[in-house]
C-alpha cells in the first residue's frame, strides 16, 4: 500500500502529480485561482495555520508523505512544510525547480526587495510586471510619469495608472511579443521562477533589448528530498510501494 500523500501545491507541477493521485490522497491549494474539478484525489482549499496548524493536520489524518510544490518564492509555506514534517516524523519532498540564466544579450538586473526595486524603476516609464499580487500594494505610490501594467491569476481593476491583467500561463511567444509592442514596455520586472510557462516574455525582453528587474530567490529550507523537475519527482513517487491511483 502507498503512502497517504499531502501535496501542497501551487504551479503546474503540483496539478500535473494531483490528477495522477488517488482518492485517499489530498491535494492543498492555497486558495487563488480556479480550483480544479477533475481530480480523483481530495482538494483542501485554504491555510493550515503555520506550521502548527499543518502539523496537526498531518497527524489527524494519516499522511506519511508531505510534497512541497509551491512557488519557488512560496518561502513561508516551504518553511511551514519542512518544520511540520520535521515535528511529526515523515519526509518532505520538495521540487526545487532551477531558475533561469542570463545569456549573453540580457540585461538583468538582480534586486533583493521592493524597497530596491522602487529605485531601480525610477528611470522606467511603462514597467510589466509579472510578481504576482504584490504590486497591488503600492498602486497608490506610482511615481508621476509612470503607467503599469501587472500580470497575475485573478482579475484585478487596478486604477488610471495602473491596468491588471488577469490570466494564467503558459504563454506564447508570438502572444508576448504582440503584448510587449502594444503596450509599449521599457522594462520587465519578474520573478526568476524558472521552468518553461512563463519564460517567452524573458525571450521578448531579449529581442527588444529591454531590462529585466529580477527579484532574488528567498533561501528555503532543507528538506528529505530535492527534485529539479516534475518528471523526476513523479518517478520517485512511482518507485514508492503501492499504487498511488
Given at each position: 500500500?502507498?503512502?497517504?500523500?499531502?501535496?501542497?501545491?501551487?504551479?503546474?507541477?503540483?496539478?500535473?502529480?494531483?490528477?495522477?493521485?488517488?482518492?485517499?490522497?489530498i491535494y492543498s491549494?492555497?486558495?487563488?485561482?480556479?480550483?480544479?474539478?477533475?481530480?480523483?484525489?481530495?482538494?483542501?482549499?485554504?491555510?493550515?495555520?503555520?506550521?502548527?496548524?499543518?502539523?496537526?493536520?498531518?497527524?489527524?489524518?494519516?499522511?506519511?508523505?508531505?510534497?512541497?510544490?509551491?512557488?519557488?518564492?512560496?518561502?513561508?509555506?516551504?518553511?511551514?512544510?519542512?518544520?511540520?514534517?520535521?515535528?511529526?516524523?515523515i519526509p518532505c519532498?520538495?521540487?526545487?525547480?532551477?531558475?533561469?540564466?542570463?545569456?549573453?544579450?540580457?540585461?538583468?538586473?538582480?534586486?533583493?526587495?521592493?524597497?530596491?526595486?522602487?529605485?531601480?524603476?525610477?528611470?522606467?516609464?511603462?514597467?510589466?510586471?509579472?510578481?504576482?499580487?504584490?504590486?497591488?500594494?503600492?498602486?497608490?505610490?506610482?511615481?508621476?510619469?509612470?503607467?503599469?501594467?501587472?500580470?497575475?491569476?485573478?482579475?484585478?481593476?487596478?486604477?488610471?495608472?495602473?491596468?491588471?491583467?488577469?490570466?494564467?500561463?503558459?504563454?506564447?511567444?508570438?502572444?508576448?511579443?504582440?503584448?510587449?509592442?502594444?503596450?509599449?514596455?521599457?522594462?520587465?520586472?519578474?520573478?526568476?521562477?524558472?521552468?518553461?510557462?512563463?519564460?517567452?516574455?524573458?525571450?521578448?525582453?531579449?529581442?527588444?533589448?529591454?531590462?529585466?528587474?529580477i527579484l532574488a530567490?528567498?533561501?528555503?529550507?532543507?528538506?528529505?528530498?530535492?527534485?529539479?523537475?516534475?518528471?523526476?519527482?513523479?518517478?520517485?513517487?512511482?518507485?514508492?510501494?503501492?499504487?498511488?491511483?
Amino acid at each position: 500500500m502507498s503512502p497517504r500523500i499531502l501535496l501542497l501545491g501551487g504551479v503546474g507541477d503540483a496539478l500535473a502529480i494531483a490528477r495522477r493521485l488517488g482518492p485517499e490522497h489530498i491535494y492543498s491549494l492555497a486558495g487563488l485561482g480556479k480550483v480544479p474539478a477533475d481530480l480523483a484525489c481530495q482538494v483542501r482549499v485554504g491555510g493550515f495555520g503555520g506550521a502548527e496548524g499543518l502539523a496537526r493536520f498531518i497527524a489527524e489524518q494519516g499522511i506519511e508523505l508531505l510534497l512541497d510544490i509551491t512557488h519557488p518564492y512560496a518561502a513561508q509555506i516551504s518553511a511551514n512544510a519542512a518544520q511540520a514534517a520535521q515535528a511529526t516524523g515523515i519526509p518532505c519532498w520538495a521540487l526545487r525547480r532551477p531558475g533561469w540564466q542570463a545569456g549573453a544579450q540580457d540585461d538583468w538586473r538582480e534586486v533583493a526587495d521592493w524597497a530596491e526595486l522602487s529605485q531601480a524603476l525610477t528611470a522606467f516609464r511603462r514597467p510589466f510586471f509579472t510578481l504576482g499580487r504584490e504590486p497591488l500594494q503600492h498602486l497608490d505610490s506610482i511615481p508621476p510619469g509612470q503607467f503599469w501594467t501587472i500580470r497575475m491569476l485573478d482579475e484585478h481593476p487596478g486604477n488610471d495608472r495602473a491596468r491588471v491583467i488577469g490570466t494564467r500561463g503558459p504563454f506564447l511567444l508570438d502572444d508576448e511579443r504582440a503584448l510587449f509592442a502594444s503596450e509599449r514596455f521599457d522594462v520587465l520586472v519578474s520573478k526568476n521562477s524558472g521552468g518553461s510557462a512563463t519564460e517567452a516574455k524573458l525571450q521578448v525582453a531579449r529581442e527588444r533589448a529591454l531590462p529585466v528587474l529580477i527579484l532574488a530567490r528567498p533561501a528555503l529550507p532543507l528538506v528529505t528530498r530535492e527534485f529539479a523537475s516534475g518528471a523526476e519527482l513523479w518517478q520517485a513517487l512511482q518507485a514508492l510501494p503501492g499504487d498511488l491511483g
